[in-house]
T-cell receptor
């Protein structure tokens, strides 16, 4: 089967660094994506890792270890606007589908 | 144009109504998707069109009928829906593997 696990909630303060982990189990793994979704909004693509290692885009970085079936999203210099749900997602070449984790609600406090 | 548009933004319909949701993208993406999302849950795949042909139907009830008139447009026809079908319906486009661009969604309420 295919499954992803990520924490349901994370809380951090403004200016801090937070890491959201994601472990996955899937057949025909292509890569790991991260999406951000604010309340009432649509998911917005943040990053995609197909190869092992760290990808950095501004304050956000994403990491993948294919051998460990594990990845994480790192958010630095947290801002109040970063309060949102974050979904990890894997693309399975076997099924042609993007499968989402249950999502992590990040609350940034002043 | 790096945007996926969806209409309407909100829709309220009775169980006997017929309505359609519309989606448009002008990024030249080969794949378009319909997702359903309930509150506090991840998007749930419904249909995938690849090169204007239906490639994936996630065993969606026949009261939902997708249509892809051309490479830029995607419709979802709704008929005889149930109250439990109330949700946010999201359209997305992409090249399949990593990144999908989502539209703002249609918030559907079935009375």
């Amino acid at each position: 089967g295919q499954s992803l696990e990520q924490p349901s909630e994370v809380t951090a303060v403004e200016g801090a660094i937070v890491q959201i982990n994601c472990t996955y189990q899937t057949s025909g793994f292509y890569g790991l994506s991260w999406y951000q979704q604010h309340d009432g909004g649509a998911p917005t693509f943040l990053s995609y890792n197909a190869l092992d290692g760290l990808e950095e885009t501004g304050r956000f970085s994403s990491f993948l270890s294919r051998s460990d079936s594990y990845g994480y999203l790192l958010l630095q210099e947290l801002q109040m606007k970063d309060s949102a749900s974050y979904f990890c997602a894997v693309f399975s070449g076997n099924t042609g589908k993007l499968i989402f984790g249950q999502g992590t609600t990040l609350q940034v406090k002043p | 144009d790096t945007e996926v548009t969806q209409t309407p933004k909100h829709l309220v319909m009775g169980m006997t109504n017929k309505k359609s949701l519309k989606c448009e993208q002008h990024m030249g993406h080969r794949a378009m998707y319909w997702y359903k999302q309930k509150a506090k849950k991840p998007p749930e795949l419904m249909f995938v069109y690849s090169y204007e042909k239906l490639s994936i139907n996630e065993s969606v009830p026949s009261r939902f009928s997708p249509e892809c008139p051309n490479s830029s447009l995607l419709n979802l026809h709704l008929h005889a829906l149930q109250p439990e079908d109330s949700a946010l319906y999201l359209c997305a486009s992409g090249e399949g593997v990593g990144e999908q661009f989502f539209g703002p969604g249609t918030r559907l309420t079935v009375l």
